[in-house]
Nanobody
Framework: QVQLVESGGGLVQAGGSLRLSCAASRNIFSINTMAWYRQAPGKQRDLVAS???????NYADSVKGRFTISRTSANYTVYLQMNSLKPEDTAVYYCNRQSVTGTYYVWGQGTQVTVSS
């Protein structure tokens, strides 16, 4: 059973930055495209950014140019650097694999990001 633990969220003013981390209990990066998702209150969970096993990245249009996803296999961690934050970025952020079949690892508790205007 893979465990995913997200951290690094917090309260920040608009224009500020945060760096989120997601630690996996074992190396799942060599076999999965990893992704960050976010879920705002009353909304569905949306994919924000992804990184393939080869290191290629992809971003939602709403965060392109502001967010950067990266990973280190050494400590089984994926990161999300978030710059120029906006109030609409407020959400709980989760990491998991990207799946076209809807099969995910057990979701972690996520990390809350709140951006004040």
């Amino acid at each position: 059973q893979v465990q995913l633990v997200e951290s690094g969220g917090g309260l920040v003013q608009a224009g500020g930055s945060l760096r989120l981390s997601c630690a996996a209990s074992r190396n799942i990066f060599s076999i999965n495209t990893m992704a960050w998702y976010r879920q705002a209150p009353g909304k569905q969970r949306d994919l924000v950014a992804s990184i393939t096993t080869g290191g290629n990245t992809n971003y939602a249009d709403s965060v392109k140019g502001r967010f950067t996803i990266s990973r280190t296999s050494a400590n089984y961690t994926v990161y999300l650097q978030m710059n120029s934050l906006k109030p609409e970025d407020t959400a709980v952020y989760y990491c998991n694999r990207q799946s076209v079949t809807g099969t995910y690892y057990v979701w972690g508790q996520g990390t809350q990001v709140t951006v004040s205007s």
